[in-house]
């Protein structure tokens, strides 16, 4: 029996099931025939009448589960095509309620699984990039250091000024390499959950002033002129203040790197109207193109990979701050254009009373 019903369709299982019941009621009016509880004519009619409902109810059992066949059909094609891999197709809704709500549970699934390797691939595109800028990170200031020491040790450099200078020169390149290998460990710790995350009541005003005196002498060096724009009574914010003063400090790196001498920078705060606070940095800057704008924040990621890479840029410091702004419940952003500056900009949230 069971190897029967592993051989068959359904449709075709359903109408033996059909005549099998049939011929269990013939069955049954001939035994009541041989014991004599029925006369032979009521027999006949009864048998004609049974036989007549049971070709009808074939005729309507082959028509009405014609459908049920159709979208288990649909169903099982749907599912080959998914098990290699194909999640663009789409079932459509026919046949019974169960099999309709069935059709759209597994459309549902397809599209989940189709966002699922979409996002397994666009993460093994971003492996491959990690490794790749992680690689020429790390190989360039070796290779500098690898050839200055070199240098030092072939005793090439006789004049006291120039062996200075490659000293200097070295102590940078490690320096840029320490930075390099502490964004990268500092990322993945944040990435990981590792972070505790203990915020506090503070005022931004208090950070951002101390954030633009830990910036003073890059400020100083290039006749920036900064603005705040703060007002007076900003409500305090739910942070960790460390961790807010390295995103505004970020920030204000950027716009000091990109700025040009004696331009201008401006910080302003605005007041909350949903429960958060604004800060935004703005600069005088070559300004970023739109279709950059999108990938800022991602890790490695400049804008301008030669000169990004000459001033010491790791490419990191924009997704800490994104990371930073989003452990807070905060959101992060920038507005630029060519040749006219950008403004970057994040949100925390407000103290609750």
Same mark, same amino acid.
């Given at each position: 029996?069971?190897?029967?019903?592993?051989?068959?369709?359904?449709? @075709?299982?359903?109408?033996?099931?059909?005549?099998?019941?049939?011929?269990?009621?013939?069955?049954?009016?001939?035994?009541?025939?041989?014991?004599?509880?029925?006369?032979?004519?009521?027999?006949?009619?009864?048998?004609?009448?049974?036989?007549?409902?049971?070709?009808?109810?074939?005729?309507?059992?082959?028509?009405?589960?014609?459908?049920?066949?159709?979208?288990?059909?649909?169903? @099982?094609?749907?599912?080959?095509?998914?098990?290699?891999?194909?999640?663009?197709?789409?079932?459509?809704?026919?046949?019974?309620?169960?099999?309709?709500?069935?059709?759209?549970?597994?459309?549902?699934?397809?599209?989940?699984?189709?966002?699922?390797?979409?996002?397994?691939?666009?993460?093994?595109?971003?492996?491959?990039?990690?490794?790749?800028?992680?690689?020429?990170?790390?190989? @360039?200031?070796?290779?500098?250091?690898?050839?200055?020491?070199?240098?030092?040790?072939?005793?090439?450099?006789?004049?006291?000024?120039?062996?200075?200078?490659?000293?200097?020169?070295?102590?940078?390149?490690?320096?840029?390499?320490?930075?390099?290998?502490?964004?990268?460990?500092?990322?993945?710790?944040?990435?990981?959950?590792?972070?505790?995350?203990?915020?506090?009541?503070?005022?931004?005003?208090?950070?951002?002033?101390?954030?633009?005196?830990?910036?003073?002498?890059?400020?100083?060096?290039?006749?920036?002129?900064?603005?705040?724009?703060?007002?007076?009574?900003?409500?305090?914010?739910?942070?960790?203040?460390?961790?807010?003063?390295?995103?505004?400090?970020?920030?204000?790196?950027?716009?000091?790197?990109?700025?040009?001498?004696?331009?201008?920078?401006?910080?302003?705060?605005?007041?909350?109207?949903?429960?958060?606070?604004?800060?935004?940095?703005?600069?005088?800057?070559?300004?970023?193109?739109?279709?950059?704008?999108?990938?800022?924040?991602?890790?490695?990621?400049?804008?301008?990979?030669?000169?990004?890479?000459?001033?010491?840029?790791?490419?990191?410091?924009?997704?800490? @701050?994104?990371?930073?702004?989003?452990?807070?419940?905060?959101?992060?952003?920038?507005?630029?254009?060519?040749?006219?500056?950008?403004?970057?900009?994040?949100?925390?949230?407000?103290?609750?009373?």
């Amino acid at each position: 029996m069971n190897r029967f019903v592993g051989s068959v369709g359904l449709r @075709t299982y359903l109408l033996v099931t059909s005549l099998v019941s049939i011929g269990a009621i013939l069955l049954s009016l001939f035994i009541s025939y041989r014991k004599m509880f029925l006369t032979l004519d009521e027999v006949l009619w009864l048998t004609i009448v049974t036989v007549g409902a049971a070709i009808l109810s074939l005729i309507v059992h082959w028509i009405m589960t014609r459908p049920i066949e159709r979208a288990i059909q649909l169903i @099982t094609k749907q599912s080959q095509q998914v098990a290699e891999g194909d999640f663009g197709g789409e079932l459509p809704l026919i046949g019974p309620v169960e099999f309709q709500a069935m059709a759209g549970n597994f459309n549902q699934m397809s599209r989940k699984l189709n966002e699922s390797f979409q996002q397994l691939h666009s993460s093994e595109a971003s492996r491959r990039e990690l490794i790749a800028n992680v690689s020429h990170d790390l190989r @360039t200031p070796l290779a500098s250091i690898q050839s200055f020491v070199e240098a030092l040790q072939d005793d090439l450099i006789d004049d006291p000024a120039t062996y200075k200078r490659y000293l200097s020169t070295i102590r940078l390149e490690t320096q840029r390499l320490s930075g390099l290998i502490n964004d990268l460990f500092d990322l993945s710790r944040r990435e990981a959950g590792a972070e505790s995350f203990e915020p506090g009541a503070y005022h931004l005003d208090n950070l951002i002033v101390e954030t633009l005196q830990s910036h003073l002498l890059q400020i100083e060096e290039k006749g920036i002129e900064v603005e705040g724009d703060i007002p007076e009574h900003l409500p305090p914010v739910s942070i960790m203040p460390s961790e807010i003063k390295r995103v505004v400090s970020n920030l204000l790196h950027n716009a000091l790197r990109h700025s040009p001498d004696g331009g201008k920078i401006v910080i302003r705060a605005l007041m909350p109207e949903d429960g958060y606070v604004k800060v935004t940095v703005e600069d005088q800057g070559e300004g970023i193109a739109e279709e950059e704008q999108v990938r800022l924040f991602e890790r490695f990621y400049r804008t301008d990979q030669s000169r990004s890479r000459a001033s010491g840029g790791s490419g990191l410091g924009l997704a800490i @701050t994104k990371s930073i702004v989003e452990i807070h419940g905060g959101e992060v952003g920038v507005s630029s254009k060519l040749g006219e500056g950008s403004l970057f900009w994040f949100t925390v949230p407000v103290v609750k009373r």
